[in-house]
Each structure stands twice: as structure tokens, then as C-alpha cells.
């Protein structure tokens, strides 16, 4: 069986639709991923195979003053479930992010380029990779810029921004790989499946800003919006942000045989199904 924690968030509800009947879902109420005697209790009692960790403080700027917070679930966190795993024999699945790098490479990063997080929130991530290598079995999926039906997310900003403005100004400094959390799911099942170990990397293929991302919604959904540039340093948010976070995903298709497809042909997925969802 395989235990999906955070199973009512974005990407919890996607693996727990694609998973079917292999899995089974926890959240907040049934679980408190920071008390470890909770983890001990709940995940103990499963005895699950697999634990698929997609619970997360993922408030970017709000971890800048909520440090602790930030720290006590994404980093304290996975060391309980890692605990916990190591004692069943389970494998540790744990979503991190692009945010452990600085984003001062230039080029793609791969899986063994040496993290520095800018950011509490990129910290906090980071320590959860590293405490999750305590399960014996594990692996560390990073991803970004992710996007889905079952949460709030750039791609429902921008539909609602675009019905309302004819005019949006866009960060065009910031360089990244969108990625459908239905697409990211099937990455993980394919590693899983393939039994892959360590630290992966999953994204939608291709890159973008986000302002050339806004760009592309508009012109998919038919809206006529003229979206104007501005920098990261206008937008002057508390954390700071990786410029060129590009994840390269080459080991994910070599050892799982998994191509994820590019964003924009995902995006033209999502937003089909997102009418379909809308109109039944």
C-alpha cells in the first residue's frame, strides 16, 4: 500500500486519483507530521510500503517571518516520517523543490550540482531532503512552479487577473519549468514502480518566465491581455527567489523512462480539463 500524506492538497489529490486503489490518503486532522508520537501512531498502524510525503508549509514568503513553522513541517517533519520508514522498511518518497538552489548556475541544474537556498522556505526544504535520507530506502523528488485542479495556484491567478485587467505586469527575470502536478504524479509513480532510489528531478520539459508563462495562459484561454515586464527586484517580496532554477530531468527519463511533456502542451491539457471540470 502506499501512503499518500497530504492527500487533500494539490498534488495529494492528483497521486491519490492516479494511484487508485494502490493508495491510501491522510491530511491534517488524521495526521501531525511534527509530533513524531502522532507519525509513530498514525503511520505505525498502516504499515504502509511506500510513504508518498506531500504535506508542506509552502508559504514562500511566509516562511520568512514563520521560521519555526517552516522548519517544524518541512524539515522535523520528514525526519519523523523517515524514522518511522526506516523502522516499517517503507520507502520515503519527499517532494522538495527548486528553491535549494540559488539560481545563479546559468544552465539546468542536475541532481548532484551542490544546493544553496536563499530563502527560510528553501532552507526548511532542504533540511527535509537531507533528514529524509534517514529512512534507509528513500527518495527525494524535486520539482517547481507546479499548478493544478485542487489548489491555488499562477494559472488561476492569471484566468482571474485576465477576466478582470486588460493590463498585467509580469516578473520576466525569474526563469523556471511550469509543471502540472497530473504530470509530476506520473513521474513519481514511474520511479516508484522503476525502483529508483536518491534524489530525482521532475518538471514539466522546456522553460520559461513567468512572465512568458502568463503570456502563454492568455493565448491558450483566448483572453486578450497585454502583459507588461517587470523585475523580481520591482516586485520586492519578503523571500528572495532563485533567477534560473531549470530542473534537469535526464536521470528521470534514463532510470524510469518517464518523458515528461513539454509545459506548453500540459498547460493545453490542463486547461481542457479544467473547462470539462467547470461545465459538468
Not at 523543490?97 to 546559468?106: A, E, P, R, S
Not at 527525494?140 to 485542479?149: F, K
Not at 523556471?176 to 536518491?198: E, M, N
Request: with cysteine.
Amino acid at each position: 500500500m502506499i501512503l499518500v500524506v497530504g492527500a487533500n492538497g494539490m498534488l495529494g489529490r492528483d497521486l491519490m486519483s492516479l494511484l487508485g486503489e494502490r493508495a491510501q490518503g491522510i491530511d491534517i486532522g488524521e495526521i501531525d507530521i511534527t509530533s513524531l508520537e502522532s507519525v509513530l501512531q498514525v503511520v505505525g498502524a498502516l504499515k504502509p510500503d511506500v510513504v508518498i510525503n506531500c504535506a508542506a508549509y509552502t508559504d514562500v514568503d511566509g516562511c520568512e517571518t514563520n521560521s519555526e513553522t517552516a522548519m517544524a513541517v518541512n524539515a522535523e517533519g520528514v525526519a519523523h516520517l523517515a524514522f518511522v520508514c526506516r523502522e516499517l522498511g517503507a520507502l520515503l518518497v519527499q517532494i522538495s523543490t527548486d528553491y535549494v538552489f540559488d539560481g545563479g548556475k546559468g544552465t539546468p541544474y542536475i541532481e548532484d550540482d551542490y544546493p544553496h537556498p536563499l530563502s527560510v522556505y528553501g532552507e526548511s526544504k532542504l533540511g527535509g531532503e537531507m533528514n529524509a535520507v534517514f529512512s534507509q530506502e528513500h527518495l527525494i523528488v524535486r520539482t517547481q512552479w507546479l499548478y493544478g485542479l485542487h489548489g491555488k495556484n499562477f494559472v488561476e491567478t492569471m484566468l482571474r487577473l485576465g477576466a478582470e485587467k486588460d493590463t498585467l505586469s509580469v516578473v520576466d527575470d525569474q526563469i523556471g519549468s511550469p509543471t502540472w502536478t497530473v504530470d509530476l504524479g506520473k513521474a513519481i509513480i514511474a520511479l516508484i514502480d522503476s525502483g529508483c532510489r536518491g534524489i530525482y528531478h521532475a518538471a514539466n520539459a522546456e522553460f520559461c518566465s513567468w512572465n512568458g508563462f502568463a503570456q502563454e495562459i492568455f493565448k491558450q484561454a483566448g483572453l486578450s491581455v497585454t502583459v507588461t515586464a517587470m523585475t523580481t527586484e520591482e516586485l520586492n517580496r519578503p523571500a528572495r527567489r532563485p533567477l534560473y532554477s531549470t530542473l534537469e530531468c535526464g536521470k528521470l527519463t534514463a532510470d524510469a523512462g518517464f518523458q515528461p511533456p513539454s509545459w506548453r502542451s500540459a498547460l493545453q491539457q490542463y486547461l481542457q480539463l479544467r473547462t470539462q471540470t467547470h461545465t459538468t
